[in-house]
């Protein structure tokens, strides 16, 4: 059985994903592992072709979540990034390594924001083009 706090994480998800208006969900995965370990696959297409993939590995110690790996990538209908969040240990010089932020334009550091977090920043995107 599923660990509450992770159950709740995964409600909070699940209904960030539903709020997201003029979209379709091309794929949602849970995958429970164990009772306090879960990895997720998430696939959201806006009606505009733009597409955000989400996909993390998150697991419970104590009472909090830690997330072992992550990556929340947002492109538009021709396939050009607009953002993309991940752990990727690849720029060991930023700050907040090896969590980072890629733009079109450059990779940033940045703290690791949430999945909801993540889902909110690619709607507000949207609501400006």
Same mark, same amino acid.
């Given at each position: 059985m599923l660990h509450n706090i992770l159950v709740q994480y995964l409600r909070n998800v699940e209904n960030a994903v539903r709020g997201l208006p003029d979209s379709y969900v091309e794929r949602y995965v849970e995958e429970h592992l164990t009772s306090n370990? %879960? &990895?997720l696959r998430i696939r959201i297409r806006f009606a505009d072709g733009c597409l955000l993939e989400? &996909?993390?590995s998150a697991i419970r110690e104590d009472e909090d979540i830690n997330h072992l790996g992550y990556r929340y990538h947002f492109q538009d209908k021709g396939n050009n990034l607009i953002f993309r969040y991940? &752990?990727?240990?690849h720029f060991p010089e930023l700050q907040s390594y090896p969590n980072h932020k890629h733009s079109p334009s450059a990779v940033i550091s940045t703290e690791k924001p949430?999945? %909801?977090d993540a889902i909110i920043e690619a709607a507000q995107i949207r609501d400006l083009r």
């Amino acid at each position: 059985m599923l660990h509450n706090i992770l159950v709740q994480y995964l409600r909070n998800v699940e209904n960030a994903v539903r709020g997201l208006p003029d979209s379709y969900v091309e794929r949602y995965v849970e995958e429970h592992l164990t009772s306090n370990r %879960v &990895n997720l696959r998430i696939r959201i297409r806006f009606a505009d072709g733009c597409l955000l993939e989400l &996909n993390e590995s998150a697991i419970r110690e104590d009472e909090d979540i830690n997330h072992l790996g992550y990556r929340y990538h947002f492109q538009d209908k021709g396939n050009n990034l607009i953002f993309r969040y991940d &752990n990727t240990p690849h720029f060991p010089e930023l700050q907040s390594y090896p969590n980072h932020k890629h733009s079109p334009s450059a990779v940033i550091s940045t703290e690791k924001p949430s999945i %909801v977090d993540a889902i909110i920043e690619a709607a507000q995107i949207r609501d400006l083009r």
